[in-house]
């Protein structure tokens, strides 16, 4: 359900989520101007209505980049959008911050999921005069995600996210920009953090940055949203009006990522802000530890033999994913899917 923006008026509505559940109590008033609240934020042991729900977003945004210098106020910045809540709230947010922001949509080939996505973001884009561009995996590089997951065996995610990092990366150093900026966002970090730590994976934990410097051929890369939420960038698009695509990706059900996100929701649950000082506290008091183990710090990369990227083998992962899924008849997203609307392995 859309909320119409809202500014402190006393008929502020009290927003919806995703499953149409208000945000916060009818009744309840904003901790800042005692206007009725929209949004109830436990971590924050607060309720703000919509003005003040976007300035502690428009704050906490700024305190990320300011704390881990992730942008200039001239740097030519893409954005890679998705279709969903914290992509489109990221642009949006970068724009009304004053900076200069083009977008890019990466076509997946996952059926309608990915039609409606590319829909969301081209009328964001064309609603506000943005710059959007788009790129379809199988025209480019003749394969697509369902495709790369069975030829790959692997689950979707894996294809997906391989071929997303790639195609961000070659986009942002070909179009000459300064930084590529995702939608990342708390919960993400938190989620993939607990993942790596379950694992104790040294070099996934150590280029778990907010930042990623530009260099050994990639471009500069930032998450900008660190400091917030899945719920409170739903929030800034329903009081800001933005459309977005509330469907999850029909390939990406039973991943493990959600699997933690949803652990890491029940114990938020009984103790707010313990997602935060997980992730937050990690940056601060781990990350240094960690300095230097990656792949890239011990001069353990190579050029890929075939595309020149920058690899720890002989071929990259990406040549070896485009070599294998594109050799392979096209498969469509409804053959992954079994009639219960599950991944076939
Ligand atoms: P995900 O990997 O789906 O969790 O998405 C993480 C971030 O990657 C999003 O916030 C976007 O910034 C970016 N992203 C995901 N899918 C796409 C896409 N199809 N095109 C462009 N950017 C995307
Ligand atoms: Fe990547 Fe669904 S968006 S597998
Ligand atoms: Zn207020
Ligand atoms: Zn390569």
Redesign the pocket.
């Known amino acids: 359900m859309m909320a119409t923006p809202s500014r402190c008026a006393p008929s502020s509505p009290v927003v919806r989520d995703e499953r149409e559940q208000p945000m916060t109590a009818v009744g309840s008033k904003c901790k800042v101007c005692k206007g009725p609240a929209v949004i109830d934020l436990p971590r924050h042991n607060a309720k703000f209505c919509a003005e003040h729900l976007q300035q502690l977003c428009r704050r906490q945004m700024a305190k990320a980049i300011d704390d881990f210098d992730m942008l200039s106020p001239d740097d030519r910045i893409l954005v890679a959008v998705s279709g969903g809540k914290d992509s489109l709230a990221v642009w949006d947010m970068l724009i009304e911050a004053g900076y200069h922001a083009d977008g890019l949509y990466i076509g997946?080939g996952?059926g309608d999921y990915s039609n409606d996505s590319g829909g969301y973001v081209q009328r964001f884009a064309d609603e506000r005069g943005l710059q959007l561009q788009t790129i379809d995996l199988r025209d480019e590089y003749g394969y697509d995600?369902p495709t790369a997951a069975r030829a790959t065996k692997r689950v979707?995610?894996s294809a997906?996210?391989l071929s997303k990092r790639r195609l961000f990366d070659q986009a942002a150093l070909d179009g000459g920009y300064d930084v590529l900026v995702t939608g990342h966002n708390l919960d993400d970090e938190a989620a993939v953090l607990f993942g790596n730590t379950l694992r104790w994976d040294i070099e996934y934990l150590a280029r778990q940055l907010p930042v990623l410097p530009a260099g050994n051929g990639f471009p500069k890369k930032v998450k900008p949203l660190v400091r917030l939420t899945e719920r409170e960038m739903a929030a800034w698009c329903l009081v800001r009006g933005i459309d977005y695509v509330v469907e999850e990706?029909p390939?990406?059900a039973g991943n493990r990522h959600l699997s933690y996100k949803e652990s890491l929701n029940a114990v938020e649950a009984n103790s707010p802000g313990a997602k935060a000082s997980f992730y937050l506290g990690f940056l601060e008091r781990m990350a240094p530890l960690l300095a230097g183990m990656t792949a890239a710090a011990t001069g353990d990369l190579n050029d890929c033999s075939r595309c020149g990227s920058p690899t720890t083998g002989d071929v990259c992962a990406f040549c070896r994913l485009v070599e294998k899924s594109s050799a392979h008849e096209p498969v469509p997203v409804e053959m992954l899917l079994t009639r219960g609307g599950k991944v076939r392995r």
Do not use: D, M, Q
Request: proline share 10%.
């Open positions: 997946l996952i995600v979707p995610c997906c996210g990706c390939i990406a």
